[in-house]
């Protein structure tokens, strides 16, 4: 079966662009994911999205980023006037629903900016 | 916030030894998971443990989780080329269901 699916898979951009990352959920998981892994560095949550709730925003680092996720499927995230601070990787996730359950990851985006 | 520290940083081992990579917690455990991961590929889940004294085995990796709930270890028996990659301990934050908070990582090596 098909699993969590990220696009781009590798994104170069000039410092200052903006850039939008885009996730696929696997079909019927309710709960969504954004993480991010800056190099040597543990993985950093960002936000995430269950169901039609709002979504926790606590982990965003900066009003640069910002995330949607609509009609409970499809997310992107974007980051407004990238900064070199902002290469990492992003990887997204989803779970069938929040709490003790598994987390599918997909492959996630490496960004690098320049 | 849950600290969540994993001993050591990352790790050589040579091709049929076994390996043990620790994560400790400053709270405690509540749920924890250990994943691993390949670049391009993702991470992927590999075992959650959530009783004191529990203890789960896939394939070679055995994980444990201590009675106390503060301490998981994951050990891997007759290292293969394929078991080399990251290891994450991950546990769900406490201030907010659903958010994830991981350790920094073990990397592993094996060499032939």
């Known amino acids: 079966g098909a699993g969590v699916s990220q696009s781009p898979s590798n994104k170069v951009t000039e410092k200052g662009k903006d850039v939008e990352l885009r996730c696929d959920p696997i079909?019927?998981?309710?709960?969504l994911y954004w993480y991010r892994q800056s190099l040597g560095q543990g993985l950093e949550f960002l936000i995430y999205?269950?169901?039609?709730?709002?979504?926790?925003k606590s982990g965003l680092p900066s009003d640069r980023f910002s995330a949607e996720r609509t009609g409970g499927s499809v997310s992107t995230l974007t980051i407004q006037r990238t900064q070199q601070e902002d290469s990492a990787v992003y990887l997204c996730?989803?779970?069938?629903?929040?709490?003790?359950?598994?987390?599918?990851f997909g492959p996630g985006t490496r960004l690098t900016v320049t | 916030s849950q600290e969540l520290e994993q001993s050591p940083q990352s790790l050589i081992v040579q091709e049929g030894k076994n390996l043990t990579i620790n994560c400790t917690s400053s709270?405690?455990?509540?749920?924890l998971y250990w994943y691993k991961q390949k670049y391009g590929e993702g991470l992927i889940f590999l075992m959650m443990?959530?009783?004191?004294?529990e203890e789960k085995s896939h394939e070679k990796i055995t994980a444990k989780l201590d009675e106390k709930k503060q301490q998981s270890s994951l050990h891997i028996t007759a290292s293969q080329p394929s078991h080399a990659g990251i290891y994450l301990c991950?546990?769900?934050?406490?201030?907010?269901?659903?958010?994830?908070?991981f350790g920094a990582g073990t990397q592993v090596v094996v060499t032939p």
């Open positions: 709270k405690t455990l509540y749920g």
């Open positions: 996730a989803s779970s069938l629903t929040t709490g003790s359950y598994e987390q599918y």
């Open positions: 991950g546990v769900l934050g406490g201030d907010s269901w659903g958010k994830f908070q």
């Open positions: 999205f269950q169901g039609n709730s709002a979504p926790d």
């Open positions: 079909s019927g998981h309710t709960a």
């Open positions: 443990l959530q009783k004191g004294g």
